[in-house]
């Protein structure tokens, strides 16, 4: 499945592993925020399984197709 134009696919990966590293920064930032704030551990584990399984809403935005 192509996900990116043709001759793109460098410049494509490059794009969401700094969207991957951005988000991981804001993860630990946000996190570490949440804890000092007194959100126990587990509640901050569910919290991030939550939003980890809400990525699966934006695989329609990508528009695969069929090589």
Request: charged share 5%; hydrophobic share 55%.
């Amino acid at each position: 499945m192509q996900v990116c134009p043709l001759k793109a696919e460098g410049t494509t990966y490059a794009l969401l592993i700094s969207l991957a590293n951005l988000a991981m920064l804001l993860g630990f930032v946000g996190g570490g925020w949440l804890y000092d704030l007194g959100l126990p551990f587990p509640q901050l584990a569910i919290l991030g399984a939550g939003l980890t399984a809400l990525c699966w809403l934006a695989l329609p935005a990508l528009r695969l197709k069929q090589i």
